[in-house]
């Protein structure tokens, strides 16, 4: 998951290194003008800002224009009843108080990004694997996959979209966001080695290259019912 999270003020830069410590993708906007912008680009999962930011300019309505699908979380200290409510009309999914626990916060956010993509728990089944989204682990059957952090994103990104053309600049810009893209070579090594991962399920699950346009990750076989184990290997 990668969240867009605009830092203006220092609680936001708090959360913004919160969220960032547990490994879900940050990137980060410290202008408030600059919102709308970095939304438009369609790079992640969730944004998250201030509530102030709707009085210095930013509108809910616009951000919902510029990415319908993408949720908006605004961050508010002790909001009224009636303001929770103006905002989720004019377009916030959710409204957290900014008193609340760090772990609180965390979870709701969660929440509010992984059931925009249509799932409700933390655990994604998708054919053979079971990707704990919240340990940002990958299990097959008993086995936890030794996946490395962008492994692991790109893996996550298909398997949140199973069955549906991610485009290649799409995929590029989530697991990089704002930063500088590797060589297509590099990325090619990337999706190499991935595929190499899931070699022992490759009969049940298959990354497929739509040349031209960029990767689908096809299921034509169910996870075997079968309980996650609670640690494993996972490369740091």
Same mark, same amino acid.
């Not at 936890?144 to 199973?162: C, G, H, M, N």
């Not at 704002?178 to 990337?190: G, H, S, T, W």
């Given at each position: 998951m990668r969240y867009l999270i605009a830092e203006t003020t220092w609680k936001m830069v708090s959360l913004s290194k919160a969220v960032s410590d547990t490994g879900t993708l940050v990137s980060r906007c410290e202008a408030g003008d600059e919102i709308e912008d970095f939304h438009s680009m369609k790079a992640h999962?969730?944004?998250?800002?201030? !509530?102030?930011?709707? +009085?210095?300019?930013?509108?809910?309505?616009?951000? @919902?224009?510029?990415?319908?699908?993408?949720?908006?979380? /605004?961050?508010? @200290?002790?909001?009224?009843?009636?303001?929770?409510?103006?905002?989720?009309?004019?377009? !916030?999914? +959710?409204?957290?108080?900014? +008193?609340?626990?760090?772990a609180e916060?965390? !979870?709701? /956010?969660?929440?509010?990004a992984r059931r925009a993509h249509g799932v409700s728990q933390p655990m994604l089944e998708c054919g053979p694997l079971l990707l704990d989204l919240?340990?940002?682990?990958?299990?097959?059957? !008993?086995?936890?996959?030794?996946?490395?952090?962008?492994?692991?994103?790109?893996?996550?990104?298909?398997? /949140?979209?199973?069955?549906?053309?991610?485009?290649?600049?799409? /995929?590029?810009?989530?697991?990089?966001?704002f930063e500088n893209e590797p060589a297509p070579r590099v990325f090619d090594v990337y999706m190499c080695n991935l595929r190499n991962h899931l070699v022992g399920v490759a009969g049940a699950l298959r990354i497929e290259t739509v040349?031209?346009?960029?990767?689908?990750?096809?299921?034509?076989? @169910?996870?075997? +019912?079968? @309980?996650?184990p609670a640690a494993g290997r996972h490369a740091a």
């Amino acid at each position: 998951m990668r969240y867009l999270i605009a830092e203006t003020t220092w609680k936001m830069v708090s959360l913004s290194k919160a969220v960032s410590d547990t490994g879900t993708l940050v990137s980060r906007c410290e202008a408030g003008d600059e919102i709308e912008d970095f939304h438009s680009m369609k790079a992640h999962d969730l944004l998250v800002l201030d !509530a102030g930011q709707l +009085t210095r300019g930013a509108s809910l309505s616009r951000l @919902r224009e510029l990415n319908p699908e993408t949720p908006v979380c /605004l961050i508010a @200290r002790k909001p009224s009843p009636e303001q929770i409510a103006s905002w989720l009309l004019s377009g !916030a999914d +959710t409204v957290i108080d900014e +008193t609340a626990s760090t772990a609180e916060m965390l !979870a709701r /956010l969660a929440a509010v990004a992984r059931r925009a993509h249509g799932v409700s728990q933390p655990m994604l089944e998708c054919g053979p694997l079971l990707l704990d989204l919240d340990r940002r682990r990958v299990h097959v059957g !008993a086995v936890t996959l030794s996946l490395s952090p962008k492994l692991y994103e790109i893996l996550e990104f298909l398997a /949140l979209r199973s069955g549906k053309l991610a485009s290649r600049e799409g /995929l590029l810009n989530h697991v990089y966001g704002f930063e500088n893209e590797p060589a297509p070579r590099v990325f090619d090594v990337y999706m190499c080695n991935l595929r190499n991962h899931l070699v022992g399920v490759a009969g049940a699950l298959r990354i497929e290259t739509v040349r031209g346009s960029g990767y689908r990750l096809e299921v034509t076989e @169910r996870r075997r +019912t079968a @309980r996650a184990p609670a640690a494993g290997r996972h490369a740091a």
